[in-house]
């Protein structure tokens, strides 16, 4: 079982982790069929997909060296990460099961999607420029607004309480430092 969790943790396990995933989307496509979660059966393959995201991450962290003197491990933000990506995915996949979630749309926003994808792109691209915060907190800005938010306390909240959240969890609590740009 060891072996099994350093070859999957490890950088070559990714490459099997890659392969798999189309499986089990096809698996959990199925698994729905024509029945009763049908109209549903895109937000439970995003779902799938998700939890399958977190998984991955977690046996990856296997591959991570500890390293003692830096007072926290490697392997502590990976799992965080996971560990609350797979809460959130499945209390939607709750939500579906007991009716609480909307059908399936009939048709996608195709350059909303675009238009997301690239505002995360320039937040990663800006991590260099203006740092972790600055770059994040603009990045959920603008996303709010994308999606629809149109009260300013509730966007701003959002990205305040991120960029307070990261600080307390990656600066103070892991010891670990964000990139912090040319600005600072």
Known sequence: MENLLVVLGGGTGLYVWI??????????G??????????????????????????VFFFLSFGLEEIEAVGSSARTAPRLWSAGLALFTLDQLRRIFVGRSPRDPEKGDIPRVFLT????ALALWGMDIAGY???TGVMLLLLSLLLGERRPVVSLSL?????????AVFSR???LNLPEGIFF
Do not use: H, Q
């Open 19 to 28: 392969a798999g995933l189309p499986g089990v989307l096809l698996l959990a």
């Open 30 to 55: 199925a698994a729905v069929g024509n029945g009763k979660y049908a109209p549903f059966r895109l937000r439970i393959l995003i779902c799938t997909g998700l939890l399958y995201l977190s998984f």
């Open 117 to 120: 994808a690239g505002v995360v």
């Open 133 to 135: 915060y600055i770059s």
């Open 159 to 167: 990205a305040g309480g991120w960029i307070l959240f990261s600080w």
């Open 173 to 175: 609590l892991l010891n």
